[in-house]
């Protein structure tokens, strides 16, 4: 999922990154690996809450307004494309419902899937047929019924990447005639390119089947997503219609759109049609919600910690001067909590071919050096050290190590230039470069410190410099001159599907640009178990399968090195009562919260 906060933006380099499709190299053999067999736990799902109203949250009262402050805008609210986790967070707890939801349990810290719009849902043998049961009487906030064929529209929509780029690829890689067959000619682009005509989704009834050309045991979490909500063609069936409804997207949550100014600011009001009888997962305490986008770090701060508005919160990073402030003088209006993202070093495995040279940089990274200079507070915004690519949450996780003999996160510049000797390199003969923000203060603090750090563990270093505007575009670009980049994932849902894939697949590659495979990896092995792997329908035993893979592919060809997962230090004013840090986006718990009168 694109990553969207401003204080880890500037502190890891604008890290917003989306699957795609391509091709690779390669160093190494294509033999089909052994992979052991481990423990851990499945998918998270209840379907015993398929029914509203969702369960009342103790204390709760109705009414008030919350002011959201953040520094991070907010690109588009389009379902079809919401790929951004605050806009995800925004969109799905307040105003737009699809076929799943997740709800956050404030008891365990975990979130669960659970009906939306869908009251149940079923595969075929081979998960290529979905078929979700639509709840009956969902009515928009205009009070235009929801219709069965109203879920096709947004089906056709979320295919349709030449209209809504940043939105996810899911539809694409996994849908009949989206592109993952390569034996399937009839390629379907979505509604604004082939035409509202498509076989891959079929309607009987109150149920409706989605079908695939690739297994897609990840299917419910995909329906969590605005783009397999509902949108009604004569809506957007011209491009003029579009536009419109682009700024105000029909609410069917609790909540509508009152006034939007994109990057700027949104209110939201209730929506009079939302019945939370209808609805297992979401409450309606607030009256009004008044978002501001575009308000100064520093500025937003000095609310939080003076509480000159009680009815405040921020889901920005709180400063760490803030936060230690806070800490001592208001430790429960902090709101720390995790957050499912990874920030790891990607060397080119086109460039860097030998592991021992990765080898030598995960040894030889300045982990804690790195850390300090980008203002993070560690075991608040930083969890470190790290181990897996997979953060922890994900079901079936068991940890490893890429710098064995050496604690993880340590660094160890003999044992580097070691690797590096093995190689066949002398002392700052291999030379490593990435790219830099010169116009963020903590970018430049960083670099530095990873150039000493490499330096001292053996390799010649070369920054390449470049404006925290231009960052995002000049890293992912293929034939680019850097042989490391730095990157930042985070889950589009709690399995390893959302990671491995997207992150190490060869086919997410793609001419014009990297999507999220960073380290333009590519091996046979890796994408013939893929591939296997998504086709296990058990839950539990596929869990284990991604996370056995990982740790595979991490121990034979070090593709990516994990540096720290990262945290969140959020704030709120006394009168915002119930709030959390939801882990499926990092982002406050909307669903839930309610103002102290």
């Known amino acids: 999922m694109r990553w969207n906060k401003p204080t880890i933006a500037a502190a890891v380099g604008a890290l917003m990154v989306v699957a795609a499709c391509g091709s690779g190299g390669s160093d190494s053999g294509s033999d089909t690996e052994e992979f052991q067999e481990g423990g851990g736990k499945g998918q998270v799902i209840d379907m015993t809450r398929s029914d509203g109203p969702a369960p009342p949250v103790e204390g709760a009262a109705e009414g008030g307004t919350i002011d959201v402050y953040s520094d991070a805008g907010l690109n588009t609210m389009m379902p079809s494309e919401v790929y951004y986790t605050n806009a995800g967070a925004i969109s799905s707890g307040l105003v737009n419902r699809s076929l799943t939801q997740f709800v956050y349990n404030k008891d365990s810290g975990d979130i669960t899937l659970i009906p939306d719009l869908a009251t149940s849902w079923e595969p075929n043998e081979d998960n290529t047929e979905w078929t979700f049961t639509i709840r009956e009487g969902i009515k928009y906030e205009n009070g235009d019924p929801v219709e069965m064929e109203d879920f096709a529209t947004g ?17 694409n890689n996994f849908f009949l005639h989206g592109g993952c067959d390569p034996n399937d000619k009839e390629l379907y682009e979505g509604y604004y390119q082939s035409g509202p005509e498509y076989d891959g989704v079929e309607i009987n009834g109150n149920e409706i089947t989605y079908k695939m050309a690739c297994p897609f045991p990840d299917m419910p979490y995909w329906g969590s997503f605005g783009a397999m909500g509902p949108i009604p063609e004569d809506a957007i069936d011209t491009q003029a219609e579009l536009k419109e409804y682009v700024n105000h997207p029909l609410a069917t949550g609790p909540y509508m759109f009152d006034n939007y100014v994109p990057e700027k600011e949104l209110t939201l009001v209730k929506n009079p049609e939302w019945d939370p009888n209808s609805d297992p997962g979401r409450h309606q305490y607030v009256d009004q919600w008044n978002m501001d986008f575009d308000t100064d770090t520093a500025k937003i701060d000095n609310i939080i910690l003076e509480d000159s508005q009680p009815a405040a919160l921020t889901f920005d990073d709180l400063l760490a001067s803030t936060y230690l402030r806070m800490k001592q003088d208001a430790p429960d209006r902090l709101v720390p909590g995790p957050e499912a993202c990874t920030w790891f070093l990607a060397p080119d495995y086109r460039k860097v071919t030998e592991i021992e040279v990765r080898q030598a940089l995960a040894y030889g990274f300045p982990y804690e050096a790195f850390l300090e200079a980008g203002g993070e507070v560690i075991g608040a915004t930083a969890e470190y050290p790290t181990s897996n690519i997979m953060p922890p949450g994900i079901p079936g996780r068991v940890e490893y190590n890429v710098t064995p003999g050496l604690e993880p996160g340590k660094t160890d510049p003999a044992k580097a230039k070691e690797l590096l000797a093995k190689a066949g390199y002398d002392p700052g003969e291999y030379e490593i470069t990435w790219l830099y923000q010169r116009d963020d203060e ?4 960083q670099k530095d410190q990873v150039v000493k750090g490499l330096e001292e563990a053996g390799f010649s270093v070369r920054p390449v410099a470049t404006t925290t505007e231009a960052y995002s575009t000049e890293r992912e670009e293929v034939d680019s001159s850097l042989n490391l980049r730095f990157a930042g994932w985070c889950s589009d849902f709690p399995s390893g599907g959302s990671w491995m894939p997207p992150l190490f697949q060869t086919t997410n590659l793609d001419a014009e640009g990297l999507a999220a495979n960073y380290s333009v990896f590519s091996e046979k092995s890796v994408d013939q178990r893929i591939a296997e792997i998504n086709q296990i329908t058990d839950a539990t035993e596929q869990a284990t399968a991604w996370n056995d893979l990982e740790k595979m592919m991490q121990q034979k060809y070090l593709p990516a090195i994990p540096v720290y997962y990262t945290g969140a230090i959020q704030g709120r004013g006394s009168a915002v009562q119930n709030m959390d840090v939801d ?14 009168q």
Do not use: I, N
């Open 442 to 445: 903590e970018a430049v603090a």
């Open 583 to 596: 882990p499926a986006f990092g982002m406050p718990t909307f669903k839930d919260m309610w103002v102290q």
């Open 155 to 171: 089906a056709m929509l979320s295919m349709d990447r030449h209209t809504f780029p940043e939105g996810a690829t899911y539809s």
